[in-house]
């Protein structure tokens, strides 16, 4: 940064003596820099312009290149509707002009600032219906907007004015009654089984944003099996308002893919509420991966990490990833990693271990996680499924996933933390050339402001010589 500064300061002190030299030689004006105001222009720039300028842009340019995304999850809470009364120039988003009324306003007017009235007519804005209502999922990771100013059922019978009847677009576009997804939310809720809902977060990765290479993953075959379609698309978009499937098949189409997505969501609404976890599941039955599922385990690894390929969607640091190959009736091999390179390693070996000889069912291998509420009260329910035990502790509390912190600043965080790794964060070669045109802006203002004074405020300022 400091290289960065002094730069700016040498092009800001060469662009003064050109603007200098350009105004005393060939520009007939009054307005000029003479050499104590290039002196004080100067100070200004080397103490303050520049250093404040390269210091705000190079930090701004840090926290872009430490910015990821992460998966939350976890449950609903509340199906919430709300209800818009209506009326004439009201809240409500569906209506119609009526009532005109007229506006005086000045016309025709001529030099002399003499004008006439004349009159317009305009209209107030009525509601087709008495109400619109608005339907929101609560969650335990904030509040979805499922709808909004939808019409009752039936909304003829329910018309703000009796005579003005509804168009059936404003129907159509509008929408009736409760929206079908927050119906089988507000469902749910009323039988204390809340569903799984995940979004996605920004948190800083310091790994991912350093130069130092050595503590992210590498593997020489991820041309090779990209170009084969042997990679799965790395699951980046939330659908339906807060879902986001995270099993994946390679080779295989299994009838029951919703059991498994069913499946993977509830439990990943446990994992991300109760340990701030997101899992990932890989299936894979593929005769040249079977060959050596070892190193294809290690370049889907390296492929979901790289951010020139993923951006700021690339592997989180709370991420577990099971990387499993088939024979169709069960899991024959089973490889597992985090986001970060190192943490829970008796987790990684009890995933790899347990997954194996598994038969190949969603409830045998994920589990069947269930929250029930009742009272005001919410517990999650666990099965028998292999992940969910493991990730969980279940079984054994030395398998428990614990999300490594990647600051440590806090007396529970887990992990030592990179914070250490910030220093090596550099702005790219991009960012340093913005970085040097928006410096190069604002160190030229002091130039243009000496310009300017120089025919007005100058004397008083005693920087010029009356001519």
């Known amino acids: 940064m400091h290289f960065t500064i002094l730069i700016s300061v040498l092009i800001a002190a060469i662009t003064g003596l050109a603007v200098k030299f350009i105004f005393d030689r060939f520009i007939k004006t009054q307005k000029e820099i003479t050499w104590k105001e290039y002196g004080l222009v100067m100070a200004v720039i080397a103490s303050l312009a520049a250093p404040g300028s390269v210091y705000v842009g190079w930090e701004m340019a840090k926290k872009n290149l430490v910015t990821f995304n992460e998966f939350w999850s976890g449950w609903e809470t509340e199906a919430h509707k709300e209800d818009v009364k209506c009326y004439r120039d009201g809240p409500c988003r569906w209506e119609y002009d009526c009532d005109p009324y007229t506006v005086s306003y000045e016309c025709n007017c001529n030099d002399k600032g003499e004008c006439e009235t004349c009159e317009r007519t305009e209209y107030h804005d009525c509601p087709y219906v008495t109400k619109e209502m608005n339907y929101y999922a609560r969650t335990t990771i904030g509040t979805y907007e499922i709808d909004r100013h939808r019409l009752p059922e039936n909304p003829q019978a329910h018309r703000w004015r009796r005579f003005e009847r509804i168009p059936d677009r404003v ?65 980046r978009h939330i659908y339906d308002f807060y879902y986001a499937n995270k099993v994946y098949f390679i080779g295989l189409n299994p009838p029951n893919r919703k059991d498994w997505f069913d499946a993977m969501s509830y439990l990943n609404a446990s994992f991300g509420k109760e340990l701030q976890g997101d899992m990932h599941l890989v299936i894979v039955r593929n005769d040249s991966i ?46 597992s990693f985090t986001g970060m390179p190192v943490g829970n390693e008796m987790m990684l070996v009890a995933l790899n271990n347990g997954l194996r000889g598994t038969e190949l069912d969603p409830e045998k291998i994920i589990g069947k996680v269930k929250r029930k509420m009742k009272g005001g009260k919410a517990e999650d329910l666990y099965g028998n499924g292999v992940l969910e035990n493991i990730i969980f502790g279940l079984k054994d509390p030395e398998t428990r996933f614990k999300r490594i912190s990647m600051s440590a600043k806090d007396p529970d965080d887990n992990g030592r933390g990179f914070l250490y790794l910030v220093d090596q964060v550099q702005p790219t070669k991009k960012q340093r050339i913005i970085i040097h045109v928006v410096t190069f802006f604002f160190c030229g203002l002091g130039w243009v402001i000496a310009i300017v004074i120089g025919d007005n405020g100058g004397a008083g300022l005693h920087f010029r010589k009356k001519r």
């Open 290 to 335: 079977a060959s050596d599922p070892e190193k294809y385990a290690l370049a889907l690894k390296a492929y979901w990490q790289d951010t020139k390929r993923q951006g700021i969607n690339a592997l989180s640091k709370n991420s577990v990833v099971a990387v499993s190959l088939t024979d169709g009736e069960k899991i024959i091999w089973a490889r």
């Open 171 to 235: 129907i159509t576009n509008a929408g009736t009654g409760e929206h079908p997804f927050w119906t089988k939310v507000k469902e749910r809720i009323a039988a204390g089984e809340p569903g799984p809902v995940t979004k996605k977060l920004e948190y800083n990765n310091y790994i991912y944003a350093s130069e130092q290479k050595i503590l992210q993953s590498f593997s020489a075959d991820i041309e090779v099996y990209e170009k084969s379609g042997l990679f799965p698309v790395f699951q």
